[in-house]
């Protein structure tokens, strides 16, 4: 698409926003403000929107302006930490609903990408889709041995509509990101970034139906949480075929209350699911609103959640996981410092941050709330405020981050509407101290210490060579010393810890080895011998990992 041919569609923008009374949005890029003297010509929504406020106004222009800007606004929805509440509230109302296409034209999809006819593949196929969003559409099917499915078909050209639309999207982002006055905070070609990658992932059904797939693999049981089966031979990139299930939204009160299900035992279920999801398997459903988290109506005693749609997953880095897990620990007990310094430590902020500054915002964000009930606490509307606030010290949020906060806020939604007294900091607290205790227990480290060792022995020899090139590389200029007195005492210190790490774990696994070898070769020696260099061995091991803490 070249400049020119963005102009009309831009335009086109301008005025759906001009109609719903959006003109700071219009006056933040200077390309359109001439057209607010065109407003008289421009017509009116088919809704009075002046009594609307602006984020339902946003709302409405979005809808409007199709199916890629509602994608859009889905995102901004997420992103509390630079949208203000009121917008952002509104914005998650948004629904990706558009007209169905012909049944007709999903078999010849379905048929040319499974590479054979219909009623081969399924012994019956609903040409009347059961759903229809702006990226593919779901139609009932049953297999030839009288299993019910689903069969998610992607839309026929979707590919390079998506792919114009992003290109519209990035020339907004372009001309928002020179003109409008909080461009810094707002960062829209991030968002956009955020949407192109929201948008690849669900073009892709493979990845979905492989998503779907892991889910159901780590609540194997069933209890808590059912992810229907993914019927692989049915499926590729552009066809993901799913065991059909029926079940009640999870914002269908009455309805739940009618099958006899114990909603108190559901939320805490709910609750204890999502942390079991991030912090026990590091992979979470990233789109749990009602539509897509349903209740099995069959289990009345023993109540359990059915998940669908796993197009947006999430995952955090190890090293993420582990902080985030320590802060959540740290804000149930009220420790602000620990907060300070974890955000610190986690590298999710300068070093060269005031503690004592950063420990006095978090008390100032924490304390009003904690004059409540604990069960009047909104641990999601907590961790956003406190997001917003480490801004000022120029907190560093990474992508997964954003979604992990905006899928709280989704479960602690949910868990409310089923349980309004629900108390979400009993329920948390101690199933993630339960699973840091598991997660980090001594036998599991030894495991991933035993794990590791032939990568670490094969690094070894090299440990010398890769320092004297670095250093060579320092001299010539090649890489640039960080001048900072405090980064730079750091940065020692780290290395100091490496050091030991290395010293005490090399030497303990030598003798570990030594007696090993002598067990197993000259047992005439006896069994005290190697026992005491085992022991040693393991003393030397623990003291180099202990000192690197």
Known sequence: MTPLAVVPRLLRVAVVLLRYRLD??????????????LRPLLGRPVVDVRPLPRGARLRLAL???????VKAGQVLSTRRDLVPEDIADELALLQDQVPPFPGVEAKLIVE??????????????????LASASIAQVH???????????????????????????RLLHSLGLLAQRWHPNADKIRPLDVVAEVEKMLEHELDLQREGASASLLRR???????????????????????????????SSDDIAAIDAAGIDRKMLAAKGVRVFYEQV????????????????????????????????????????????????????????????????????????????????????????????????????????????????RRFELTLQPQLILLQKTLL?????????????DIWAVAHPVLKRILRERYSPLRTLREVRRRLPEWFHLAPRLPELVHDSLERIARG???????????????????????????????????????????LAPQHGFWLPLGMGVAGLLAFCWGWMRSR
């Not at 040319?112 to 009347?128: G, M, S, V, W």
């Not at 409310?416 to 629900?422: F, N, S």
Request: hydrophobic share 50%; glycine share 4%; aromatic share 10%.
């Open 112 to 129: 040319r990408e499974l590479k054979a006819p219909i009623n081969l593949l399924y012994a019956h196929f609903d040409e009347t889709p």
């Open 279 to 390: 912090f026990r398997d590091n992979f979470f459903h990233a789109d749990a609103h009602p539509g897509n988290i349903w209740v099995d109506p069959t289990r009345p005693s023993e109540p359990r959640f059915i998940a669908l749609d796993f197009g947006i997953m999430g995952s955090l880095p190890e090293a993420d996981q582990y902080w985030l897990a320590q802060n959540f620990i740290a804000l149930f007990e009220r420790d602000y410092a620990r907060i300070a310094k974890l955000h610190v430590d986690a590298g999710w902020m300068p070093a060269t941050v005031r503690l004592d500054e950063l420990e006095a915002a978090v008390r100032t964000v924490c304390e009003p709330y904690f004059t409540r009930p604990l069960s009047q606490i909104s641990l999601a509307e907590l961790v956003v405020k406190l997001f917003q606030t480490a």
């Open 140 to 166: 009932a099917a049953t297999l030839p041995d009288g299993r019910a499915v689903v069969v998610k078909v992607l839309r026929l050209g979707i590919d390079a509509r998506i792919a114009r639309d992003v």
């Open 478 to 520: 090649e890489h640039r010393l960080l001048a900072d007195v405090d980064t730079l005492s750091h940065q020692r210190h780290l290395l100091r810890r490496l050091l030991r790490m290395i010293a005490g774990s090399a030497f303990g696994a030598t003798l570990i080895l030594c007696a090993t070898l002598l067990w197993a």
């Open 63 to 69: 809808t409007e302006l199709g199916p890629i800007f």
């Open 24 to 37: 700071e949005l219009v006056d933040a890029t200077h390309l359109f403000r001439p057209l607010k003297f």
């Open 410 to 422: 989704n479960i602690e939604g949910v868990g409310r509407l089923l349980d309004p007294e629900i």
């Open 218 to 248: 780590n609540f194997a049981s069933g209890v808590d949480l059912y992810v229907p089966e993914v019927h692989w031979e049915l499926t590729s990139a552009r066809v993901l075929t799913l065991e059909r299930v029926h079940g009640i």
